[in-house]
């Protein structure tokens, strides 16, 4: 993580950024480097500014908050960029795309300070940050699907602990948190991730999620665990 994280804050309602501007540069560690009202400008920006964080409202208008993402994760020269979509609308219909578009987090704007700038850290870290209610979300739209998800060739190559490990991941598991529940390491856990992130050429454990539920194994579930 940088020593400095810059954040970019878009939003299509004045007040919020400039709520979510106050928060970000009141936090020692952090700075707001830059607004966007729609989309578009936030994609602008970020090919400008190159910050290590977005902020990103979902329902902006023009181009929306999943496009922009799409258009950010998916650029060369934004590669490196880490959005966290922040909406006042927990919904099935927001959740599994913003994060197949790339988003490194998904949070409500109802969020307390401190859990937002902790997810701001968390994020820009490397690491990915959802809501308790998305991966509910996520779990029920997968759940409901009326054919089953099959099993995919990508999983193949996995060991059944990285298979653990990933179960674990889809369902919001911290690090510390799969450590416990399986008994081993946290090193160990570290290691499973950096293996899951490299076999699955993921770019980060909200992929691994998408990457869990897709191939069914989210949804199947393992013996000895619970979702």
Do not use: W
């Not at 830059?34 to 920006?45: I, K």
């Not at 950010?72 to 795309?97: H, K, N």
């Not at 994060?99 to 109802?110: I, P, R």
């Not at 980060?204 to 989210?218: F, H, K, T």
């Amino acid at each position: 993580m940088a020593e400095t994280v810059r954040v970019l804050i878009a939003d299509d309602q004045a007040l919020l950024r400039g709520s979510f501007r106050v928060l970000v540069d009141s936090t020692p560690g952090m700075q707001a480097i830059g607004e966007a009202g729609d989309g578009a400008t936030a994609v602008r920006m970020a090919r400008e500014l190159v910050p290590d964080v977005v902020l990103m409202d979902l329902r902006m208008p023009g181009l929306d908050g999943i496009a922009a993402t799409r258009q950010i994760c998916s650029a060369q020269e934004t590669a490196g960029v880490r959005v966290l979509v922040l909406t006042m609308f927990d919904m099935d219909d927001y959740v599994y795309p913003a994060l197949q578009a790339g988003a490194s987090g998904f949070m409500l704007k109802d969020a307390s300070p401190a859990d937002l700038v902790a997810g701001i850290r968390i994020v820009a870290d490397g690491e990915s940050v959802l809501a308790p209610s998305v991966t509910r979300r996520l779990i029920a739209t997968f759940s409901g699907a009326s054919e089953p998800q099959r099993p995919t060739p990508r999983l193949v190559g996995l060991t059944h602990r990285e298979q653990e490990v990933l179960l674990l991941v889809a369902n919001g598991l911290s690090n510390a948190e799969i450590a416990e529940r399986l008994v081993i390491s946290l090193p160990t856990v570290k290691t499973h991730v950096s293996s899951l992130l490299a076999k699955l050429q993921a770019r980060d454990r909200a992929q691994l999620v998408i990457i869990a539920y897709e191939s069914g194994l989210a949804e199947r579930g393992m013996p000895g665990q619970v979702l």
